[in-house]
């Protein structure tokens, strides 16, 4: 199946939680799955595979996790199918549940058996119709683009107090810091985190990211010198100390002696991919968690990706490319003028200032897939003659990559 996973972030755009979002067959093969949703048909809830074989610890450090079920997975037999913390799952229902016996008492099984009720896609006219069920729901879901959510917030506070609330689909900076301001939403769904709050202002580099951007571009150099790059990493506390924990695995035995030696010990391969990967996750301190994430997710499946676009030799440059495709965010500059900061290939540039070239292609799979926009993927994988393991495995991949890199890091 396809797979995806969407961050749920707090007022302090802290990552809380996470919703799966899956597919199981590609739709335009399988017309009958555009009909009512992505699971439809299959007595399983789709997500807790992914769960049980990686852990919940890979995705969220402690948080909790949005699993959906429609009316038949529902009545799945969910403990069998994950081992995790049932306190940690929230089952995530839409309307094809209704308030029939049926379905409130297996709800009510559920609740007993220890796991969360969220609901979402519940049309405003429908709330006094759900009320049963809202009264053992933890969660309410509540589109920011299709509904008056302010009112539906005042609506559920009288009547369900003890309901939390998430807004969803926010698209900008701006609609974020609005509804923080409103208050009473427990957590803030959308792409708002990807965009910049300001497009093309001027503003000053911090020191620290100058050093870190000037490391890359010696790095990223057609034929770079180690102890030019050793010199630079030197300056940082944090880069030293990981570049000796990196040497110390590979190695046995080897005393080092000088952050030269160490850089030597690596090789000048091993060092810029360990460079790229290390510099961003210093680079992108300052911002949510979730845009490191991003960024390094999107470097290996671009990588990963490679194959299926006929770019197999150029994997090493589309990993850079996805590490790349949040500088904007970092620098709080338009793409263009933060990538006229560091070196970057001609395709790379067409790629990610006018997702164009030809690189352009692999970067929009990418964001189409991020958002679970599964009708453009499946015409974009018939068109690329991809197979739907074939992107589950390079998804996945991505996320155990990531898993271990960030206890490395």
Same mark, same amino acid.
């Given at each position: 199946?396809?797979v995806?996973?969407?961050?749920l ?8 939680a ?26 399983? +809830? ?15 450090s402690g ?22 913390? *049932? ?7 839409d =309307? ?5 016996? =049926? ?16 609901? #979402?896609?519940?049309?405003v ?5 759900? @009320?049963?069920?809202?009264s ?7 589109? *920011? ?20 609330l ?35 202002r001027?503003?000053? +580099? ?6 870190y ?17 050793a010199?630079?990493?030197g #300056? ?8 000796l ?6 190695? +046995? ?22 460079? =790229? ?6 680079l992108?301190?300052?911002k949510?968690?979730? +845009?490191? @994430? ?19 030799l ?14 904007d965010?970092i ?23 006018? *997702?164009?070239?030809v ?7 990418i ?10 993927i499946?015409?974009l994988m018939?068109?690329? =003659? ?5 992107? *589950? ?9 990531? @898993? ?6």
């Amino acid at each position: 199946m396809l797979v995806t996973l969407v961050p749920l972030f707090d007022e302090e755009m802290r990552v809380r939680a996470y919703s799966v979002f899956t597919q199981k067959n590609n739709i335009l093969l399988n017309p009958i799955l555009q009909g009512t949703g992505y699971n439809d048909g299959s007595f399983q +809830v789709m997500g807790l595979e992914l769960i049980e074989s990686l852990g919940l610890d890979s995705f969220t450090s402690g948080e909790e996790f949005f699993v959906p079920v429609n009316n038949i997975s529902v009545f799945s037999d969910i403990n069998g199918q994950c081992s995790a913390d *049932h306190s940690r799952l929230v089952l995530l229902m839409d =309307n094809t549940i209704v308030p029939k016996e =049926n379905y409130i008492a297996r709800l009510r099984e559920l609740k007993g058996m220890g796991y969360k009720l969220a609901m #979402r896609k519940l049309m405003v006219q429908k709330f006094e119709e759900y @009320r049963e069920i809202l009264s053992m729901v933890d969660y309410v879901l509540l589109d *920011h683009k299709k509904i008056d959510i302010t009112k539906a917030r005042i609506y559920f506070s009288r009547l369900f107090p003890n309901i939390k609330l998430c807004a969803g689909n926010i698209q900008s900076q701006e609609i974020f810091e609005e509804l923080k301001k409103e208050g009473g939403y427990q957590f803030y769904e959308g792409e708002f985190y990807r965009v910049p709050v300001t497009k093309g202002r001027r503003t000053e +580099v911090s020191p620290l990211k100058v050093n870190y951007i000037e490391l890359l571009n010696i790095v990223n150099s057609d034929d770079f010198e180690l102890n030019q790059a050793a010199d630079i990493i030197g #300056r940082d506390t944090a880069l030293v100390i990981s570049l000796l924990k990196m040497v110390n695995r590979m190695t +046995v035995n080897s005393e080092i002696s000088s952050i030269r030696h160490a850089a030597a010990m690596l090789g000048q391969r091993e060092l810029k991919k360990w460079i =790229n990967t290390a510099v961003a996750n210093e680079l992108y301190a300052d911002k949510p968690n979730e +845009v490191t @994430r991003l960024s390094l997710l999107r470097a290996k499946f671009a990588e990963s990706l490679a194959p299926f676009f006929d770019l197999r030799l150029q994997s090493p440059e589309l990993f850079l490319m996805g590490l790349f495709s949040v500088l904007d965010l970092i620098l709080d500059k338009s793409m263009e003028e933060a990538l006229d900061m560091v070196k970057v290939s001609k395709e790379i540039r067409e790629a990610l200032v006018g *997702h164009e070239g030809v690189f352009g292609p692999i970067l929009n799979f990418i964001l189409r897939y991020e958002a679970a926009d599964w009708q453009e993927i499946s015409r974009l994988m018939i068109l690329g =003659n991809m197979e739907l393991e074939e992107v *589950h495995d390079a998804y996945i991949d991505s996320l155990k990559w990531y @898993r271990e890199l960030f206890a490395e890091l």
